[in-house]
């Protein structure tokens, strides 16, 4: 398996552009997480979809970003417009989750570095 | 405030060297516990996950312990080799699946 794809794995964009990241998660997984890390906040849980469908977007941090998977095979992040507070890497992570004590692997893919100029 | 503290935030061992990492945590209720290690320019990659009813795992030369009570986890690396360096994250899980992270403790090994 490739495991999680990601594309692309840098973007640099100037500020107010659109910003499409896309995931593509390791084939048979049912849950879908989108993460940020920066140098200050570390690493933040954005999004996470099962079956396709979002679960919990609570730390999705503004109406700027949104999040779809339309099938399970892949996944998008846009953010529009972008800021220069928006940049920082951003990786998508798949697992297999079953309960609620489920201890569930999460495997993340490379990242897409993202900077707005 | 942060519901998991990592500690010492960065370290540096010379290789061959064990270290061990801390972990406290305050996230309730608790389902499970994970350590990731991320090398640089890469994604976290899982080293361990333990539930409440586990006191320690292991994964080659990492061992992880879990003291649910105290809410406390450790992270330790015997005979630390080159390939260790990296940053260690701990993350908690609650049983509603929100995720707590830590800062990472970043570990530098040197020959």
């Known amino acids: 398996d490739a495991g999680v794809i990601q594309s692309p794995r840098h973007e640099v964009t100037e500020m107010g552009q659109e910003v499409t990241l896309r995931c593509k998660p390791i084939s048979g997984h049912d849950y879908l997480f989108w993460y940020r890390q920066t140098m200050m906040r570390g690493l933040e849980l954005l999004i996470y979809?099962?079956?396709?469908?979002?679960?919990?977007d609570s730390g999705m941090p503004e109406d700027r970003f949104s999040a779809k998977m339309p099938n399970a095979s892949f996944s998008t992040l846009k953010i529009q417009p972008s800021e220069p507070r928006d940049s920082a890497v951003y990786f998508c992570a798949s697992s297999v989750v079953r309960g609620s004590y489920s201890t569930d692997t999460q495997y993340f893919g490379p990242g897409t570095r993202l900077t707005v100029l | 405030k942060n519901q998991v503290e990592q500690s010492p935030q960065s370290l540096i061992i010379l290789e061959g060297k064990n270290c061990t990492l801390q972990?406290?945590?305050?996230?309730?209720?608790?389902?499970?516990l994970r350590w990731y290690k991320q090398d640089t320019g890469r994604g976290p990659v899982s080293l361990t996950i333990m539930t409440f009813s586990e006191n320690t795992k292991s994964n080659g030369r990492y061992t992880a312990t879990l003291d649910a009570d105290t809410k406390q986890s450790s992270l330790h690396i015997t005979a630390s080799q080159l390939s260790d360096s990296a940053s260690y994250i701990c993350?908690?899980?609650?049983?509603?699946?929100?995720?707590?992270f830590g800062a990472g403790t970043t570990v530098t090994v040197r020959a």
């Open positions: 993350v908690v899980r609650r049983l509603n699946y929100k995720l707590s």
């Open positions: 979809f099962n079956n396709n469908v979002p679960i919990d």
């Open positions: 972990c406290n945590y305050t996230v309730s209720p608790f389902s499970n």
